[in-house]
């Protein structure tokens, strides 16, 4: 029986998309106080709970939900990229599959040592993976249902975790709302991901944004949705009574906003250039709003 080498199978789990959960994971840590050095964190240190919760975050859950991913759109992948683990045959056999459904269990062991908390957290979003990619459900043929499943498991669920892993109870209600509005705007970031295999997209009958809607108009929507959203937080901020915060977060909002004007030139040619650029400007935002949660409102 063949066996797939470790690189494949790293290739496989795709850690360069495991930044942007760990990023999320550790904005709740620090909305909710890390250095504070809580009392009752489930595990011997408060640092080993942190180390793996970001672990949980990046290599086991977005690590789960990409091989879940490759698995079932190898026939996609077999027009868009045919290099790819999976259809190149660096993966052979059911490996794909099995690796998922092992890397799925290793998850849930982790996030349950994490508490009861985290481990709902992580079950609905190994749940959301597997919907998102899997027959019969594949939420990923809808732009609009499989981004936003996307979006929560990246930006959301992460975030939350991240506070439930130092606070070790739910998180107050001002820090769900802020993550769910960043949330929200990563629905845009998951549109601008799908230029990447509008070709394959078509001839397998997937209804991704830029299919669904052309490209100059999926852009439109995507960056109208990553607006609002930090538009949405500035205002929250200065309600709370802050100043510094909602103002960096303007300012990086703003730069934004001069980006999207070339990307709004060249949708199709610019969707990878943005999300290097101005994504990363969107999730500096994310920091600095999770420490504002922090500085800003006593008692969270």
Same mark, same amino acid.
């Given at each position: 029986?063949?066996?797939?080498? %470790?690189?494949?199978?790293? *290739?496989?789990?795709?850690?360069?998309?495991?930044?942007?959960?760990?990023?999320?994971?550790?904005?709740? @840590?620090?909305?909710? =106080?890390?250095?504070?050095? %809580?009392?009752?964190?489930?595990?011997?240190?408060?640092?080993?709970?942190?180390?793996? =919760?970001? !672990?949980?975050? =990046?290599?086991?859950?977005?690590? $789960?939900?990409?091989?879940?991913?490759?698995?079932? &759109?190898?026939?996609?992948?077999?027009?868009?990229?045919? &290099?790819?683990?999976?259809?190149?045959?660096?993966? +052979?056999?059911?490996?794909?599959?099995?690796?998922?459904?092992?890397?799925?269990?290793?998850?849930?062991?982790?996030?349950?040592?994490?508490?009861?908390a985290v481990f709902a957290a992580a079950t @609905?979003? !190994?749940?959301?993976?597997?919907?998102?990619?899997? +027959?019969?459900?594949?939420?990923?043929?809808? =732009?609009?249902?499989?981004?936003?499943?996307?979006?929560?498991?990246? *930006?959301?669920?992460?975030?939350?975790?991240?506070?439930?892993?130092?606070? $070790?109870?739910?998180?107050?209600?001002?820090?769900?709302?802020?993550?769910?509005?960043?949330?929200?705007?990563?629905?845009?970031?998951?549109?601008?991901?799908?230029?990447?295999? @509008?070709?394959?997209?078509?001839?397998?009958?997937?209804?991704?944004? +830029?299919?669904?809607?052309? *490209?100059?108009?999926?852009?439109? !929507?995507?960056?109208? $949705?990553? #607006?609002? +959203?930090?538009?949405?937080?500035?205002? #929250?901020?200065?309600?709370?009574?802050?100043? !510094?915060?909602?103002?960096?977060?303007? @300012?990086? $909002?703003?730069?934004?906003?001069?980006?999207?004007?070339?990307?709004?030139? *060249?949708?199709?040619?610019?969707?990878?250039?943005?999300?290097?650029?101005?994504?990363?400007?969107?999730?500096?935002?994310?920091?600095v709003a999770a420490h504002g949660l922090r500085?800003?409102?006593?008692?969270?």
């Open positions: 029986m063949a066996f797939p080498s %470790p690189s494949a199978v790293l *290739e496989l789990l795709k850690p360069v998309t495991w930044f942007a959960p760990i990023w999320a994971f550790f904005c709740g @840590v620090v909305s909710a =106080g890390f250095l504070s050095a %809580p009392q009752g964190v489930p595990a011997p240190a408060p640092w080993l709970a942190v180390a793996l =919760g970001a !672990l949980l975050a =990046g290599p086991l859950v977005c690590g $789960t939900s990409q091989a879940v991913n490759d698995w079932f &759109d190898r026939h996609v992948d077999a027009i868009n990229q045919p &290099d790819r683990p999976v259809p190149s045959g660096r993966i +052979p056999g059911r490996w794909g599959l099995w690796i998922a459904i092992s890397w799925t269990a290793l998850s849930l062991g982790v996030a349950a040592s994490l508490g009861q @609905v979003g !190994l749940l959301l993976a597997w919907l998102y990619s899997a +027959p019969p459900f594949r939420l990923k043929r809808n =732009g609009w249902v499989g981004n936003s499943a996307v979006a929560i498991c990246y *930006e959301g669920l992460p975030w939350l975790t991240g506070a439930m892993v130092v606070a $070790t109870v739910l998180p107050d209600w001002r820090t769900t709302t802020v993550a769910l509005f960043y949330s929200l705007g990563a629905h845009g970031i998951m549109t601008l991901n799908d230029f990447k295999s @509008v070709r394959g997209d078509r001839q397998m009958g997937i209804d991704s944004l +830029p299919v669904l809607l052309g *490209e100059r108009r999926a852009v439109q !929507l995507a960056c109208l $949705t990553m #607006l609002l +959203p930090q538009l949405a937080v500035i205002a #929250l901020f200065f309600w709370w009574g802050g100043w !510094l915060h909602p103002i960096a977060i303007a @300012v990086l $909002t703003l730069i934004q906003l001069v980006l999207m004007r070339r990307l709004l030139a *060249e949708p199709e040619a610019r969707a990878a250039w943005y999300n290097a650029t101005g994504t990363t400007l969107y999730v500096l935002g994310m920091l500085t800003l409102i006593p008692n969270i």
